[in-house]
């Protein structure tokens, strides 16, 4: 079941889920560590595979970086649920196959630490404590698509292998970022046949 961690501030910008002097790397696992570090510095350690950030409005202003997206996700993040969004963050976010989701009252229906039923199907989220339910904005099927593909590069891939006729099993699996294969889009290491 999915916590959930609450900053409940406007404009949280991407500075501060990200810190620049971080922006050393573009592999999740290495920007992990370093997620929310100059607006809660515990948080990496709180946060477990799934968990879900409750924030407020403008999530994501400033700069445009898709670190803040591939630090959130490295951490264990499994989606972000907030009045609104900055327009680059939201659009960093579904390229990079992460869920934004927009949802009014989010704030106020949860604690720091609740669980949450996420429906995405459904369009709820589910405060188990109190047992409030809240719609969010219904999320398009076409961003359902390229999240569920793992991003935008491999929503591609996978339109250009169907409609070559070279694709059997659709990608029903988010993308691999253990061991530090980085960010979606960036192809794990493969092995050589030949050691």
Do not use: K
Request: glycine share 10%; with cysteine.
């Amino acid at each position: 079941m999915p916590r959930v961690h609450v900053f409940a501030r406007d404009h949280i910008n991407t500075d501060e889920i990200i810190p620049a002097r971080h922006l050393t790397s573009d592999v999740e696992s290495e920007l992990a560590p370093y997620a929310m570090e100059d607006y809660d510095p515990g948080f990496v350690r709180r946060v477990g595979p799934g968990d879900l950030v409750v924030a407020g409005a403008d999530f994501g202003c400033g700069s445009s970086r898709e670190h803040a997206v591939w630090a959130l996700r490295g951490a264990g993040v499994g989606a972000v649920i907030a009045p609104n969004f900055a327009r680059i963050f939201y659009r960093n976010a579904i390229n990079n196959g992460f869920l934004a989701l927009e949802c009014a009252g989010i704030v106020e229906a949860f604690q720091d630490g609740d669980e949450a039923d996420l429906d995405l199907a459904g369009g709820t989220i589910t405060n188990r404590r109190s047992g409030e339910q809240l719609s969010f904005v219904p999320v398009p099927q076409f961003a359902l698509d390229v999240q569920r593909a793992g991003g935008w590069l491999e929503y591609m891939r996978e339109q250009d292998a169907l409609a070559a006729g070279t694709l059997n099993t659709p990608n029903l699996n988010t993308p691999s970022t253990e061991a530090g294969h980085g960010h979606p889009g960036t192809p794990a290491p493969q092995e050589d046949p030949h050691a």
